[in-house]
């Protein structure tokens, strides 16, 4: 008798083998089932020790895909072409850049991304490249440390460093013989005498140095009092030198008129210069001689009233008369 099949149970467990291998086969192959990748290509001219294939790439700091594939250019040795998954739907711009950076003193590598503005347009694949190629740039220290350390031991860096250092030795040996040497030291202990003597006088150069301070305080509030003052006093002297030119101006023109003046009644000045002024001076005489007299009679009245009625009373006859 053949015993009975559960199908359903059969069907369960292929159901399940087969999601098992699948999940294995996307492990395998680091495909994110979450998500799907696209592809772009970045080339280094620097090397790139400590990266790999599956390394990290992060855009401002947040994982957002891996490195595929690191391998050299075909047509640039000196390059370095790395193949790079990227989430899809990160804002991969024409201004993005892809930096190498070590993480910490463990060497590892990731691909960092920066740049991405709002108004650079998506990154497409141009004419000739199979992936759109991401702008690159250098670390953030310039240039890796194994390139700096390779690039000091190489077979001309390192000789032509110890002949540079030998030639400097030899140079400041040279420079610093007994002569300089006592040259030196007595400079050394000037500055020591001179910083001695001032901070025996700090208090005096602190004095002195607050004294200029109130100095310039002084002189910026003079300059600002000035600043002030002066268009005020430029504007009176303007006014006064327009006061006095107008006065010019109207003395010149009285001085004219009184020419005019002149020259008009110059036969009348000439006639009365001449003729006028002498016989003024002789009635001037005469009525001085006029006034004598009244003054002379006035005494008289005062003296003796009555000798304007009965005239001047002889005078009295002396002894023996």
């Known amino acids: 008798m053949e ?35 696209d592809r772009y290509e970045a080339y280094f001219r620097e090397s790139v020790a400590g990266l790999s ?19 050299l250019r075909p047509d640039n040795p000196e390059e370095v072409k790395l193949t790079l998954d990227i989430a899809r739907g990160t804002p991969i711009k024409t201004d993005t850049v892809a930096v190498l950076q070590t993480q910490g003193l463990t060497g590892l590598a990731t691909i960092n991304l920066t740049g991405g503005s709002k108004e650079a347009t998506p990154l497409v694949a141009l ?48 420079t610093l013989d007994e002569e300089n040497r006592a040259t030196l030291k007595r400079t050394i202990r000037d500055l020591s005498e001179v910083v001695h003597s001032v901070a025996t006088h700090k208090t005096q150069i602190e004095q002195s140095l607050n004294g200029a301070a109130r100095s310039a305080d002084n002189l910026a509030k003079l300059t600002a009092a000035l ?82 009625v009965f005239g001047k009373t002889p005078p009295s006859r002396g002894p023996g008369e």
């Open 53 to 71: 294939v599956d390394s990290t790439v992060k855009y401002r700091g947040v994982d957002v895909g891996r490195v595929k594939d690191i391998a």
């Open 127 to 174: 004419e000739g490249q199979y992936y759109p190629v991401i702008k690159t740039g250098p670390s953030p220290s310039f240039f890796r440390s194994d390139e700096a350390i390779s690039r000091l031991l190489s077979d001309q860096a390192l000789p032509n460093l110890l002949a540079n250092l030998d030639s400097l030795a030899k140079g400041a040996a040279d």
């Open 227 to 308: 600043n002030e003052e002066v268009p005020v006093l430029l504007a009176r002297i303007n006014k006064s030198a327009t006061a006095l030119n107008t006065m010019t101006e109207e003395l010149a023109q009285t001085s004219k008129a009184v020419r005019s003046v002149v020259s008009d009644n110059r036969p009348e000045l000439e006639q009365f210069s001449r003729h006028t002024l002498p016989e003024a001076g002789a009635l001037v005489v005469e009525l001085r001689q006029l006034a004598g007299a009244l003054g002379r009679v006035a005494r008289d009245l005062e003296r003796e009233p009555s000798s304007l």
């Open 3 to 37: 015993p009975k099949v559960n199908y359903v149970l059969v069907g369960a467990f292929v159901a399940i083998l087969g999601a098992v291998v699948l999940f294995g086969v996307l492990w395998l192959g680091k495909a994110d089932y979450r998500g799907i990748y």
